[in-house]
């Protein structure tokens, strides 16, 4: 069975432009949540979708938008990229909307560099 | 808002020895507490989780406390090796959104 897939793995983008991620749940799972993680910190908290609406929403800029599609894969936009945007961005999914005893399967992240 | 605090400093031990790490947290009474596993460049990976319930809960050579009083959890590696150095991550939870520490860095020295 395939983990949680993320697409890009890498890459990097000019400030003020918009980036889309990608991201592939466990088949079966139907929540998806987006976490934000720079540099020797823990990840924070941007989206959870679970059945294709945000069920929530951390502390983060309107620039921060999600969807989730009806075969549960989900997409990150942040427009108007700003430096302090560079991170790893992190997506994990579960069966369950709150995990349950199995916790939250992570993918490998996508390194976002805003130059 | 919640606060999550992890061992400040990094943490060096012996191979063989074991590990503690500390996991604190303020303002909120979460359900239940996770705890992940990060390798550097990778994903967490789930290890654990203690409900509010729970004082104990081990798995292999891991042992995890919960104490709602002191808001506390404790994360034990027994005869730890070199494969256990990462970056452990505590995550109290409540409902469907968790917010983690900031992490606790392990050696495990030969």
């Known amino acids: 069975d395939a983990g949680v897939t993320q697409s890009p793995t890498h890459l990097i983008k000019t400030r003020g432009q918009h980036v889309t991620l990608r991201c592939s749940p466990i088949?079966?799972?139907?929540?998806v949540s987006w976490y934000q993680q720079v540099l020797g910190q823990g990840p924070q908290f941007i989206f959870q979708?679970?059945?294709?609406?945000?069920?929530g929403r951390g502390n983060f800029p309107d620039r921060f938008s999600a969807r989730q599609f009806p075969n549960y894969s989900s997409e990150l936009n942040v427009n108007a990229l700003l430096l302090g945007d560079s991170a790893l961005y992190l997506c994990?999914?579960?069966?369950?909307?709150?995990?349950?005893?199995?916790?939250?399967?992570f993918g490998s992240g996508t390194r976002l560099t805003v130059v | 808002s919640q606060k999550i605090e992890q061992n400040s400093e990094a943490l060096n031990i012996q191979e063989g020895k074991t590990a503690t790490l500390t996991c604190n947290y303020t303002?909120?009474?979460?359900?239940?507490l996770q705890w992940y596993r990060q390798d550097p460049g990778r994903g967490p990976v789930f290890l654990l989780l203690?409900?509010?319930?729970?004082k104990e809960k081990r798995k292999e050579r891991l042992k995890v406390t919960f104490d709602t009083t002191l808001k506390q959890s404790l994360f034990h590696i027994t005869a730890s090796q070199p494969a256990d150095s990462a970056t452990y991550l505590c995550?109290?939870?409540?409902?469907?959104?968790?917010?983690f520490g900031t992490g606790t860095s392990l050696t495990v020295i030969p």
């Open positions: 994990a999914s579960s069966a369950q909307q709150t995990g349950g005893i199995y916790g939250y399967t």
């Open positions: 088949s079966g799972h139907k929540s």
């Open positions: 979708y679970y059945e294709k609406e945000e069920r």
């Open positions: 303002n909120y009474s979460p359900a239940y």
């Open positions: 203690i409900r509010e319930n729970e």
């Open positions: 995550a109290p939870t409540l409902g469907n959104q968790f917010y």
